[in-house]
């Protein structure tokens, strides 16, 4: 246990008030506040943040944010799927003679140049040891030449069209290939699952699902309106062409994950999707993650990955 700096709020998305935890990882993140057993609180200023130290187990929550600077296992190779410094993926190859299963990973970041494929390859990873081949796609963000809508999402579908193109030579399977995202990401996958019918299976992990939601709700200072290049009342096409949440999937088996802790993507925005497309009689499975933070779905070393990891073997054919 050590000491932590903390603030209090009230994030303009939850109904909760939330801390603020400085404890040594590099910065202050969020988790929802509960009676706690606080040493000293000082108000600051008049506003409704407060400063205050309490106790903390540096474990607490399963917080896993470090993954996205650790570094990561080395890929088999790296192929350019286009001719931008951008259009490239990551290939892992497991053991054996193949046709090995695919994943096509998408990484999160609200869509942002800042955040890179590098932080992916740790889940990459950790599934290629479990028999599937996987292709972490990197592609061009916001702040990118050509990034945003529509540059992004042909960047993803130029991605998987690639793959059919490597499979003889690197022994994939192109028949048995799961398209996942995580965060942004889990937007972009299920947006390809509806414009490439051929895609049959895609996991969204604590996705950005519902784009309007995201714009109501200022998620991450309003970046999918960065995204997107504009409100939905300027640029209502553009919504209509990228939002999950009104696009139709009939072809494909969808798994959505959520962690109940996740204090960046509302865990309500894949619940409500769910039960929306079950409404409109489409294949989808919600898993709810008891515990697990923003972070955790893509962490190998957390307790929540044993979850992620079976959904992803089970939609694949390896279990």
């Not at 909760?16 to 404890?23: E, F, H, Q, S």
């Not at 996740?262 to 919600?286: G, W």
Request: charged fraction near 20%; aromatic fraction near 8%; hydrophobic fraction near 40%.
């Amino acid at each position: 246990m050590s000491a932590c700096l903390a603030f209090i709020e009230r994030p303009h998305f939850a109904a909760d008030v939330v801390v603020g935890l400085d404890c040594g990882w590099g910065g202050p993140f969020a988790v929802p506040f509960f009676r706690s057993s606080i040493a000293k609180s000082k108000r600051k200023g008049a506003g409704s943040i407060i400063w205050t130290w309490l106790a903390c187990d540096k474990n607490v929550g399963g917080m896993s944010e470090d993954i996205l600077t650790l570094p990561p296992p080395a890929a088999d190779a790296r192929l350019a799927y286009g001719t931008d410094p951008n259009q490239f993926g990551d290939l892992r190859l497991p053991q054996g003679s193949g046709p090995f299963p695919v994943v096509m990973n998408i990484h999160g970041g609200y869509w942002r140049a800042k955040y890179d494929l590098a932080h992916a390859g740790h889940l990459c990873a950790a599934l290629t040891k479990k028999g599937c081949a996987t292709w972490n796609l990197e592609y061009r963000r916001v702040g990118n030449p050509g990034g945003g809508w529509p540059g992004t999402f042909e960047d993803i579908a130029s991605g998987y069209r690639f793959l059919p193109q490597i499979a003889k030579h690197y022994r994939l399977d192109p028949a048995s290939v799961v398209v996942m995202g995580h965060s942004a990401g889990g937007q972009l996958a299920l947006c390809l699952a509806s414009h490439e019918p051929s895609v049959k299976r895609v996991i969204s992990l604590a996705g950005v699902v519902d784009l309007q939601q995201a714009f109501t709700l200022h998620l991450s200072s309003d970046a999918v309106v960065d995204f997107l290049g504009g409100p939905p009342k300027d640029v209502p096409d553009h919504y209509q062409d990228a939002d999950p949440m009104g696009l139709a999937i009939p072809q494909a088996r969808q798994v959505l994950m959520h962690g109940t802790r996740d204090d960046v993507v509302p865990p309500s925005l894949s619940r409500d999707y769910v039960e929306k497309k079950k409404k409109a009689n489409e294949d989808v499975t919600f898993v709810e993650v008891a515990g697990a933070d923003h972070f955790d779905l893509i962490d190998p070393r957390s307790v929540a990955w044993a979850k992620v990891e079976a959904q992803v073997l089970k939609l694949v054919g390896q279990v």
